[in-house]
Nanobody, 119 residues
Framework: VQLAESGGGLVRSGGSLRLSCAAS????????MAWYRQAPGKERELVARITRDGEIYYLDSVKDRFTISRDNAKNTLQMLMNNLRPVETAVYFC??????????????WGQGGQVTVAT
């Protein structure tokens, strides 16, 4: 299974970016999908997660600014990030729990995309 990300880049403080991720390969079903980020010198952290049924979790600091969504038919994941802050400069990773056969799950990661928020 491959997770292909797109949409990172450079934006000024207060600006917006949209991240996208597409899962491909041998897929029976994609379960939880999520976005993580890792800033230089820091641990990777969960930013937002969405279940197959649409239940959503957000990191407190991004609530009301970030919106995660998915398309189950296309096995895609998106996240719209508004009012970005310089402290949110990081590499953002797509994450998915994928069944390649029924009840045979594996966790997969995208290659990561740089998001830089300039002051």
């Amino acid at each position: 299974v491959q997770l292909a990300e797109s949409g990172g880049g450079l934006v000024r403080s207060g600006g917006s970016l949209r991240l996208s991720c597409a899962a491909s390969g041998r897929i029976y079903r994609v379960n939880n999908m999520a976005w993580y980020r890792q800033a230089p010198g820091k641990e990777r952290e969960l930013v937002a997660r969405i279940t197959r049924d649409g239940e959503i979790y957000y990191l407190d600091s991004v609530k009301d600014r970030f919106t995660i969504s998915r398309d189950n038919a296309k096995n895609t994941l998106q996240m719209l990030m508004n009012n970005l802050r310089p402290v949110e400069t990081a590499v953002y990773f797509c994450n998915a729990v994928v069944e390649i056969n029924r009840n045979d799950e594996d966790e997969d990661w995208g290659q990561g995309g740089q998001v830089t928020v300039a002051t």
